[in-house]
């Protein structure tokens, strides 16, 4: 039975809107609400799943169906639930009333990452509706915690469920979106991310009565070394993944511009400073929270000791948290389908392999030996720039350009386990 494809898009577009009228922000997650959704939508069409909770509330989903050959390495479609939280008096509408304005989806997680759960979600309900068994299994995970690093989510599915999730490819997010640069639309297809580590330095001085200033303070010192962090570039390391992208942008190395300046070396953020207790009180310690970056080759040693030649031996470092980064093999044919899909739907534009310098939850999958790419496709006007959407206050979905990229979307993952997009839609 063949469906509709208009009405696959309607479909798409009420899940998406359902999906960001949930305030899943993470702290605190909640993601209970979407898997909620998510579970009574596949069970409504016989499609069976299993959710498993890393602690009350934070669950996380994943649907199997079986493909006609079961030694063929699955394919799984992923997509976290939990969205960064909001500040409202920065928002001109709702960040969870998924209104519809201008043409877009408005809310928080309507691109990061709401969009692609929405369309694992039609793709896999559709094939259930018109009877189609794919050449390999298809797996749907819809997970918790990626905002806050997947320690409840994706890490844990990997280390304490890897049987549920088996699988060889990975289709996940921060891919496939239109990059306006000059006149060219160039399509960057996430194949590597950097990795995180997460720490916390601090420093001790006398503390004393506030009436009676000095400058040797515990505040004064991490004021200095956040100062010499945020004035000292970390040392290039271009990888030849990077190497590639800027040759295929026609970019120089040594200067690339503000978006990929990040991908050409660890990078240290100083994001929570902490300090003091009561207003008449020179405080004894001071800390920041530094978020480092690393890319592929990289790792919390070799990150440490070049944290250290910048800052000196003064500061303690605790290490909060850390994950590797990833980087996954683009000479495969799930890749070159991917360029090759995109292209032909957008004329004239070019895909390109990339580094996203933030993190997902391809970097633990990986760990099981998946093939990981980041494609969830958009199709984004010069005016609305990817990165500003990500994150940011109004976050939106352009409606034309998400029926763009589910269609994309559908095209690949259909061809991929051996299917045609004109056998299942009409």
């Not at 990986?366 to 093939?371: C, E, I, K, N, Y």
Request: hydrophobic residues 40%.
């Amino acid at each position: 039975m063949k469906i509709p494809w208009e009405s696959i898009q309607n479909e798409a577009l009420d899940l998406l809107r359902a999906l960001v009228r949930l305030d899943t922000s993470n702290p605190p997650g909640n993601e209970r609400i979407a898997t909620d959704l998510i579970a009574d939508t596949l069970g409504r069409h016989g499609i069976d799943f299993v959710v498993r909770e890393s602690a009350p509330t934070r669950a996380n989903l994943v649907a199997r169906l079986a493909g006609r050959d079961r030694s063929k390495p699955a394919l799984m479609l992923s997509s976290h639930t939990d969205v960064v939280p909001v500040e409202r008096a920065g928002w001109t509408r709702d960040p969870f009333g998924a209104e519809i304005h201008k043409g877009c989806v408005w809310g928080r997680g309507s691109i990061d990452m709401k969009s692609k759960g929405a369309m694992d979600m039609v793709l896999v309900t559709a094939l259930k509706r018109a009877g189609a068994t794919p050449d390999r299994d298809i797996v749907l995970a819809a997970v918790a915690d990626e905002e806050a690093g997947s320690d409840m989510g994706a890490k844990f599915l990997v280390e304490r469920h890897p049987e549920l999730i088996r699988a060889g490819w990975v289709l996940n997010e921060v891919g496939g979106f239109t990059l306006h640069v000059g006149n060219r639309r160039l399509y960057p297809i996430q194949v590597a991310e950097k990795g995180f580590v997460t720490v916390k330095m601090t420093v001790n001085a006398p503390p004393g009565h506030g009436s009676m200033p000095r400058k040797d303070t515990a505040i004064g010192k991490i004021s200095a070394l956040i100062t010499k962090i945020i004035e000292t570039p970390m040392r290039r390391r271009v990888t030849p993944l990077m190497q590639r992208t800027l040759s295929e942008l026609g970019l120089p190395e040594d200067d690339p511009g503000p978006l990929l300046r990040p991908m050409l070396s660890n990078t240290v953020s100083p994001t929570i400073l902490r300090a003091g207790y009561k207003d008449n009180v020179i405080p004894g310690e001071a800390s920041v929270v530094l978020d480092g970056r690393t890319v592929p080759g990289e790792d919390p040693e070799s990150f440490m000791a070049e944290l250290r030649k910048i800052v000196g031996p003064e500061p303690k470092f605790e290490l909060i948290k850390t994950a590797p980064p990833a980087e996954t093999n683009i000479d495969t044919d799930l890749f070159k389908l991917i360029c090759r899909r995109v292209e032909t739907a957008d004329p004239g534009a070019h895909a390109i392999p990339w580094m996203t310098p933030g993190a997902t939850d391809n970097k633990f999958y990986a760990r099981l030996g998946m093939q990981c790419y980041g494609f969830g496709p958009v199709r984004l006007a010069p005016h609305m720039p990817f990165g500003s959407l990500f994150h940011g206050n109004d976050e939106r979905m352009p409606i034309d350009g998400f029926f763009w990229g589910l269609k994309v979307y559908a095209e690949v993952v259909l061809e991929f386990v051996g299917l045609k997009f004109s056998d299942i839609f009409s």
